[in-house]
Protein backbone atom coordinates (compact mmCIF):
# COMPACT_ATOMS: atom_id res chain seq x y z
CA UNK A 1 0.00 0.00 0.00
CA UNK A 2 1.34 3.55 -0.95
CA UNK A 3 0.93 6.48 0.84
CA UNK A 4 0.76 9.75 -0.85
CA UNK A 5 3.28 12.11 0.21
CA UNK A 6 2.57 14.15 3.26
CA UNK A 7 1.55 18.13 2.28
CA UNK A 8 4.67 20.35 2.81
CA UNK A 9 3.43 22.84 5.99
CA UNK A 10 3.87 26.63 5.26
CA UNK A 11 6.35 28.23 7.13
CA UNK A 12 4.88 31.99 6.60
CA UNK A 13 1.36 33.05 6.42
CA UNK A 14 2.47 36.34 4.74
CA UNK A 15 4.26 39.46 4.59
CA UNK A 16 2.98 42.61 7.25
CA UNK A 17 3.59 45.91 5.48
CA UNK A 18 2.95 48.66 7.81
CA UNK A 19 2.32 52.25 6.50
CA UNK A 20 1.90 55.74 8.76
CA UNK A 21 -1.17 56.90 6.04
CA UNK A 22 -4.46 55.99 4.38
CA UNK A 23 -2.51 57.34 1.14
CA UNK A 24 0.48 55.33 1.31
CA UNK A 25 -1.43 51.96 2.05
CA UNK A 26 -4.04 53.08 -1.32
CA UNK A 27 -0.71 53.79 -3.07
CA UNK A 28 0.99 50.23 -1.89
CA UNK A 29 -2.49 48.39 -2.80
CA UNK A 30 -2.57 49.53 -6.50
CA UNK A 31 1.10 49.21 -7.28
CA UNK A 32 0.62 45.56 -6.05
CA UNK A 33 -2.09 44.73 -7.90
CA UNK A 34 -0.22 46.19 -10.94
CA UNK A 35 2.90 44.31 -9.89
CA UNK A 36 0.45 41.19 -10.38
CA UNK A 37 -0.01 39.74 -6.81
CA UNK A 38 -3.48 38.88 -6.42
CA UNK A 39 -3.60 37.52 -2.78
CA UNK A 40 -3.51 40.10 -0.35
CA UNK A 41 -5.81 42.39 1.93
CA UNK A 42 -5.37 45.55 3.29
CA UNK A 43 -6.74 46.61 7.39
CA UNK A 44 -6.98 50.47 8.70
CA UNK A 45 -8.82 51.74 11.05
CA UNK A 46 -11.92 53.34 8.90
CA UNK A 47 -12.83 52.79 5.82
CA UNK A 48 -11.34 53.67 2.81
CA UNK A 49 -12.99 54.59 -0.21
CA UNK A 50 -11.82 52.60 -3.09
CA UNK A 51 -9.63 49.99 -1.76
CA UNK A 52 -11.83 47.51 -1.65
CA UNK A 53 -12.08 47.80 -5.92
CA UNK A 54 -8.24 47.89 -5.70
CA UNK A 55 -7.70 44.55 -3.67
CA UNK A 56 -10.32 42.85 -5.87
CA UNK A 57 -12.52 41.84 -3.37
CA UNK A 58 -15.69 43.41 -4.20
CA UNK A 59 -18.04 40.47 -2.98
CA UNK A 60 -21.93 40.48 -4.28
CA UNK A 61 -23.24 37.15 -2.91
CA UNK A 62 -24.72 38.31 0.25
CA UNK A 63 -27.23 40.53 -1.32
CA UNK A 64 -28.31 37.63 -3.70
CA UNK A 65 -28.32 35.27 -0.82
CA UNK A 66 -31.07 37.83 0.96
CA UNK A 67 -33.30 38.66 -2.54
CA UNK A 68 -33.78 34.65 -2.67
CA UNK A 69 -33.90 33.63 0.96
CA UNK A 70 -36.88 36.66 1.11
CA UNK A 71 -38.94 35.29 -1.91
CA UNK A 72 -38.75 31.98 -0.57
CA UNK A 73 -40.00 32.97 2.81
CA UNK A 74 -42.87 34.63 1.51
CA UNK A 75 -43.86 32.02 -1.02
CA UNK A 76 -43.50 29.31 1.63
CA UNK A 77 -45.49 32.24 4.26
CA UNK A 78 -48.31 32.48 1.44
CA UNK A 79 -48.67 28.80 0.73
CA UNK A 80 -48.62 28.04 4.71
CA UNK A 81 -51.67 30.11 5.14
CA UNK A 82 -53.25 28.30 1.60
CA UNK A 83 -52.19 24.88 3.22
CA UNK A 84 -53.97 25.97 6.62
CA UNK A 85 -57.44 27.70 5.35
CA UNK A 86 -57.69 25.79 1.87
CA UNK A 87 -56.40 22.53 2.39
CA UNK A 88 -56.14 21.49 6.14
CA UNK A 89 -58.83 22.93 8.32
CA UNK A 90 -61.21 25.23 6.00
CA UNK A 91 -63.82 26.97 7.27
CA UNK A 92 -66.75 28.92 5.80
CA UNK A 93 -66.95 31.77 7.48
CA UNK A 94 -69.44 34.39 6.44
CA UNK A 95 -69.21 33.17 3.00
CA UNK A 96 -65.26 34.30 3.05
CA UNK A 97 -63.67 32.38 -0.18
CA UNK A 98 -61.44 29.70 1.44
CA UNK A 99 -58.18 31.54 -0.47
CA UNK A 100 -58.50 35.26 0.51
CA UNK A 101 -55.68 36.47 -0.74
CA UNK A 102 -55.81 40.49 0.49
CA UNK A 103 -56.10 38.60 4.21
CA UNK A 104 -52.99 36.95 3.61
CA UNK A 105 -50.66 39.69 2.44
CA UNK A 106 -49.42 40.48 6.53
CA UNK A 107 -48.30 37.26 7.10
CA UNK A 108 -46.96 37.17 3.48
CA UNK A 109 -44.51 39.65 4.27
CA UNK A 110 -43.49 39.18 7.65
CA UNK A 111 -42.19 35.84 6.32
CA UNK A 112 -40.26 37.26 3.53
CA UNK A 113 -38.55 40.07 5.82
CA UNK A 114 -37.76 37.58 8.70
CA UNK A 115 -36.24 34.99 5.92
CA UNK A 116 -34.34 37.90 4.36
CA UNK A 117 -32.74 39.55 7.38
CA UNK A 118 -31.90 35.89 8.89
CA UNK A 119 -30.23 34.88 5.93
CA UNK A 120 -28.45 37.94 5.31
CA UNK A 121 -26.69 37.30 9.24
CA UNK A 122 -26.52 33.70 8.03
CA UNK A 123 -24.76 34.57 4.50
CA UNK A 124 -22.46 37.47 5.83
CA UNK A 125 -21.42 35.18 8.73
CA UNK A 126 -20.52 32.25 6.39
CA UNK A 127 -19.12 34.11 3.76
CA UNK A 128 -16.35 35.83 6.17
CA UNK A 129 -15.59 32.27 7.85
CA UNK A 130 -16.75 33.64 11.23
CA UNK A 131 -16.65 33.11 13.78
CA UNK A 132 -12.75 33.13 13.82
CA UNK A 133 -11.36 32.97 17.06
CA UNK A 134 -7.64 33.25 16.10
CA UNK A 135 -6.43 34.64 12.66
CA UNK A 136 -2.28 34.73 12.24
CA UNK A 137 -2.51 38.03 11.97
CA UNK A 138 -2.98 38.47 15.74
CA UNK A 139 0.33 36.99 16.47
CA UNK A 140 2.18 39.91 14.55
CA UNK A 141 3.83 42.27 16.72
CA UNK A 142 2.34 45.45 16.10
CA UNK A 143 -0.65 44.53 14.07
CA UNK A 144 -2.68 45.72 17.40
CA UNK A 145 -1.89 49.37 16.37
CA UNK A 146 -4.39 49.03 13.42
CA UNK A 147 -7.22 49.99 15.54
CA UNK A 148 -5.36 53.31 16.49
CA UNK A 149 -2.67 54.68 13.62
CA UNK A 150 -1.62 52.38 11.44
CA UNK A 151 -2.35 50.68 7.65
CA UNK A 152 -1.42 47.34 6.59
CA UNK A 153 -0.85 45.44 3.67
CA UNK A 154 -0.45 41.61 3.66
CA UNK A 155 0.62 39.90 0.93
CA UNK A 156 -0.30 36.06 1.29
CA UNK A 157 2.44 33.53 0.83
CA UNK A 158 -0.64 31.36 -1.55
CA UNK A 159 -0.06 34.65 -3.88
CA UNK A 160 1.08 32.65 -6.92
CA UNK A 161 3.78 35.85 -6.97
CA UNK A 162 4.94 35.34 -3.55
CA UNK A 163 8.60 34.72 -2.78
CA UNK A 164 9.47 35.89 0.60
CA UNK A 165 12.90 37.98 0.00
CA UNK A 166 11.58 39.55 -3.72
CA UNK A 167 8.09 39.82 -1.93
CA UNK A 168 9.74 41.37 1.34
CA UNK A 169 11.95 43.54 -0.60
CA UNK A 170 9.04 44.82 -3.25
CA UNK A 171 7.36 45.72 0.10
CA UNK A 172 9.75 48.02 1.50
CA UNK A 173 10.13 49.68 -2.01
CA UNK A 174 6.16 50.48 -1.74
CA UNK A 175 8.02 52.97 1.42
CA UNK A 176 6.36 50.26 4.13
CA UNK A 177 7.76 51.62 7.76
CA UNK A 178 8.56 48.00 8.27
CA UNK A 179 7.82 44.16 6.53
CA UNK A 180 7.68 41.34 9.15
CA UNK A 181 6.95 37.78 8.15
CA UNK A 182 3.60 36.61 9.70
CA UNK A 183 3.98 33.09 11.27
CA UNK A 184 0.94 30.45 10.12
Known sequence: MSHAPAKAVPTTYGLLASFDSSEKLFDATRRAREAG??????????????????????????????FFAGITGAALGFWMQVYFHAIDYPMNIGG????????????????????????????????NGLPRPHHPLFGAKTFERVMNDRFYLCIEATDPMFDNAKTKEFLQGLGAEAVEEVAP
Open 96 to 127: RPDISWPSFIPVTFECGILAAATSALVGMLVL
Open 37 to 66: YVAMDAYAPFAIEGLPDELGSRDDRVPWIV
